[in-house]
């Protein structure tokens, strides 16, 4: 395990700092603090250690101030003389961009983010040891649901994708993200091993990571993913002894072809907006943001 580090991200769009932070999280194993202001990342940082800060990455135009004045300003007169930032605005001149490099600027990222190129920045700038090497993302699959969701076309049947993880309920980290997993059970083996006892031979399960799986699950409609839901609920019920429970929070999304979209990136958004709802919640019951569920339909089991 690395030494506790953070990355502190400054930008007055809470959308932007939404989406940046999504892509962080699914990289990195660093903590993240977001601020929108100069004002409160100055009353934050003041009594922090220099090597507690892995990198800030600030807007260059924030409503109280310019971003590269607020790093010369910790650089040159808060103790932070080597600290690393990336600046990102959705204006930028070439003066600017020599000024930020003369500062000592790692990078000037021009909005909208290109990510992959922000991630090589970034992968120069951390740690490897900070980089999560085994986590996919959804993303990852993306041409695999994609031709599923063309067979289904083809074949006029229903279409689910489902994700479950398990994190923790203090701060929504996924239990394989914060390298606690083993600590807690035996995810890599048990869980796997039980969930495939589950599904149909024409289902699929793909492992995330050894705590957040994904299901993509031909011939069934949204009262089959309730049924999928309460079996993986069961799954981890009897792997996760009642104290445990306390300290973890199963959260599951679900979004079916062609009721809740007709392309990859539409059934993936109605997916990740099911999870931020529950993450909302703050561990409040997630059943009550799951799909609606027709009751006077028998469920398709699955």
């Known amino acids: 395990m690395p030494e506790p580090g953070k990355l502190i991200l400054v930008d ?3 959308l932007f700092r939404a989406r940046m932070t999504d892509f962080l999280k699914m990289n990195y194993s660093f903590e993240i603090e977001e601020f929108n202001s100069i004002k409160e990342l100055q009353n934050y940082i003041k009594d922090r250690s220099v090597k507690e800060i892995l990198l800030i990455i600030m807007d260059l135009y924030l409503p109280d101030g310019n971003g590269l ?10 103790g932070f003389p080597g600290i690393p930032f990336l600046l990102v605005s959705a204006r930028i001149d070439k003066e600017t ?19 992959e190129k922000l991630k090589l920045r970034i992968d120069k700038i951390i740690s490897p040891e900070y980089k999560i090497k085994d986590k996919k993302s959804i993303m990852d699959y993306h041409h695999q649901i994609t031709n599923e969701i063309k067979r289904a076309q083809r ?4 279409l689910s994708i489902f994700l ?21 059970i035996d995810l890599e083996k048990k869980y796997p091993e039980e969930l495939q006892k589950i599904m149909r031979d024409t289902d699929t399960i ?3 990571s050894p705590s957040e799986y994904l299901f993509i699950l031909p011939f069934t409609d949204k009262n089959g993913t309730a049924v999928i839901r309460k079996k993986i609920k ?34 993936i958004l109605k997916i990740e907006e099911n999870f931020k709802k ?25």
């Open 278 to 302: 529950q993450f909302a919640s703050q561990g409040e019951d997630t059943e009550q943001t799951t799909p609606t569920v027709n009751k006077e339909k028998p469920a398709t089991d699955s």
């Open 12 to 14: 007055d769009s809470p």
């Open 97 to 115: 961009v020599a000024l930020a490099y003369t500062e000592g600027a790692k990078d000037v990222i021009a909005k909208p983010v290109n990510y």
């Open 69 to 78: 004045s607020a790093i010369r300003e910790l650089k040159h007169n808060k």
């Open 164 to 184: 479950a993880g398990i994190f923790q309920k203090v701060d929504f980290k996924s239990v394989y993200k914060d390298n606690s997993y083993r600590k807690v």
């Open 234 to 267: 069961q799954v981890f019920n009897s792997l996760i002894t009642e104290k445990e429970k306390d300290s973890l929070l199963m959260v599951m999304g679900a979004a079916t072809y062609p009721e809740d979209g007709e392309s990859t990136d539409e059934l």
């Open 155 to 158: 074949g006029s049947y229903n």
């Open 206 to 208: 793909v492992s995330l």
